[in-house]
């Protein structure tokens, strides 16, 4: 089944009617590069992460679930033993809650000896003579509540002692961050000490024409709530792209998440604050790749966007065109090295190369003409079946046969 475009979805259209006819382009833009994560993607991504660790870093491991920590407030109570308090007094769990159950599946899945602490109290770390502490969250924008919670973590004079005498070593562990974000955890923790599943798509890293990035600014800034202390690209600036099943993160645009406009009382939120409303839940389980293609097919069906009339194209021929015109763009050069990036079969390619003949985006050669470069230009962010791919090792030692001079 294809994916849905949240800009189909009743709350997509409730949030777009938000702007003026023709902004909306532009909000639908916005609001279709979202990235959805659900809790299957979450669970088993950070769990492959972990295990990955558990390979590389000093056993036994102490897995923390990152919290809200404020500026002075330290993760232990006093005493040697400490346990830590795990849910912040005055608030429901956030996050860290989630985190904390699928830590604890990847504590009970390994088997003895067990690499990972059952819980990272003082004495358990103590007793195990813990050599590493990874802090593991969903989420880092700014990179500020994770390096927060490592100076709590090491305000208790017993993990400052571990750490004086070398006896400690800190990592991260993170689903997703930001380059902003990566940037300033490596800072904080080391290059080599900060684990990510992917970095984050933001405004700044999508790859649109930089009238579209400009257009995007222009909204954020102007929907904006005045009554806001949030900045137009979301906490920090950060302008993030990503929303998880549990949790839309204030690093979101703040159009998409705040939840009314002052003076504006017919405004209809997406998000409610960092809330996911119950009725788009079901577009979290579907695949990101699949919708990031969808919405590349639409906008070069819009005349505005490309330099030929798509939208008198059948579906499947617009679909299979796009996808030979990124693979000729990287240099595919046979229609059965096509086939092979594209995942089509063949005589899909030959129709889909012809027709692209027809319209003077390629030649004969597979050679992207000068109009053929301006239409790609229109979707550089969709993927092949190829981008899929995984390197095989071979424990065959290499010998080289011939010897190139370097240049």
Same mark, same amino acid.
């Given at each position: ?10 709350? @997509?259209?409730n949030w777009?009617?938000?702007?003026r006819?023709?902004e909306?382009?532009t ?8 990235e959805?994560? @659900? ?5 088993i991504?950070l769990?492959?992460? +972990?295990?990955?660790l558990?390979?590389?870093l000093?056993t036994?491991?102490a897995?923390v #679930?990152?919290r809200?920590l404020?500026?002075d407030?330290? &993760?232990?109570p ?5 346990k #830590?308090?795990? =849910?912040?007094t005055?608030?429901?769990p ?10 604890t ?15 990272p109290s003082?004495?358990n770390?103590?007793?195990?003579? /813990? ?7 969903d989420f880092s %924008? ?5 390096t $927060?919670?490592?100076r709590?973590?090491?305000k208790h004079?017993t993990? *400052?002692s ?12 993170v689903y ?7 940037? $300033? ?5 080391? #290059? ?6 992917? !970095?984050?798509?933001?405004i ?10 400009e257009? !995007? ?17 979301? &906490? ?5 792209l990503?929303a998880f ?6 690093n979101l645009?703040? +159009?998409?998440?705040?939840e009314?406009?002052?003076g504006?009382p017919?405004?209809f939120?997406?998000f409610m604050?960092?809330g996911v409303p119950?009725?788009?839940h079901a *577009?979290f @389980? *579907?695949d ?9 097919l ?9 330099? +030929? =009339?798509?939208? *008198?194209? #059948?579906s499947?021929d617009?679909r299979?065109?796009?996808?030979v015109?990124?693979? !000729?763009?990287r ?11 594209? %995942?089509l079969?063949?005589?899909?390619v030959?129709?889909?190369?012809n027709? /692209?003949?027809s ?6 050669r ?7 470069r ?8 969709? $993927? ?8 095989? @090792?071979?424990s065959?030692?290499? &010998?080289?046969?011939k010897?190139?001079?370097? $240049?």
């Amino acid at each position: 089944m294809t994916a849905m475009l949240l800009s189909d979805t009743q709350r @997509g259209r409730n949030w777009l009617s938000n702007f003026r006819e023709d902004e909306r382009a532009t909000a639908t833009l916005l609001l279709d590069a979202l990235e959805l994560v @659900g809790q299957d993607e979450l669970r088993i991504a950070l769990t492959e992460l +972990i295990q990955t660790l558990r390979d590389e870093l000093a056993t036994p491991i102490a897995l923390v #679930p990152v919290r809200e920590l404020d500026y002075d407030q330290g &993760y232990y109570p006093n005493g040697r033993d400490a346990k #830590p308090r795990l =849910l912040p007094t005055a608030s429901f769990p956030g996050s860290e809650a989630i985190i904390a159950n699928i830590l604890t599946g990847a504590h009970r899945a390994e088997t003895w000896p067990k690499p990972f602490l059952g819980s990272p109290s003082l004495r358990n770390m103590r007793a195990a003579k /813990c050599h590493t502490i990874v802090l593991v969250d969903d989420f880092s %924008g700014s990179g500020h509540r994770i390096t $927060r919670f490592l100076r709590g973590l090491r305000k208790h004079k017993t993990l *400052q002692s571990w750490v004086s005498y070398g006896l400690i070593e800190f990592h991260v562990a993170v689903y997703s961050a930001t380059p902003r974000a990566l940037r $300033r955890l490596e800072i904080v923790f080391g #290059p080599d000490k900060v684990h990510i599943h992917k !970095v984050c798509p933001t405004i700044a890293n999508r790859k649109w024409d930089p009238a579209d990035v400009e257009s !995007v600014k222009r909204l954020c800034r102007t929907y904006l709530s005045d009554r806001l202390i949030s900045p137009s690209f979301g &906490y920090d600036s950060t302008g993030s792209l990503l929303a998880f099943s549990h949790c839309a993160p204030n690093n979101l645009p703040t +159009i998409l998440w705040q939840e009314f406009r002052y003076g504006h009382p017919s405004w209809f939120p997406f998000f409610m604050d960092k809330g996911v409303p119950l009725d788009i839940h079901a *577009q979290f @389980g *579907q695949d990101n790749d699949e919708r990031k293609q969808a919405s590349a097919l639409r906008r070069l069906r819009q005349p505005a966007h490309a330099a +030929i =009339l798509w939208s *008198q194209l #059948p579906s499947n021929d617009a679909r299979d065109m796009m996808l030979v015109l990124t693979a !000729v763009g990287r240099r595919a050069r046979s229609r059965e090295l096509v086939a092979e990036l594209t %995942g089509l079969a063949l005589p899909e390619v030959r129709r889909a190369a012809n027709l /692209c003949q027809s319209f003077e985006l390629i030649d004969q050669r597979l050679h992207l003409t000068d109009r053929g470069r301006r239409e790609l230009g229109q979707f550089r962010t969709v $993927r092949l079946a190829a981008d899929n791919f995984q390197l095989n @090792g071979s424990s065959i030692p290499y &010998y080289p046969q011939k010897l190139r001079a370097g $240049r």
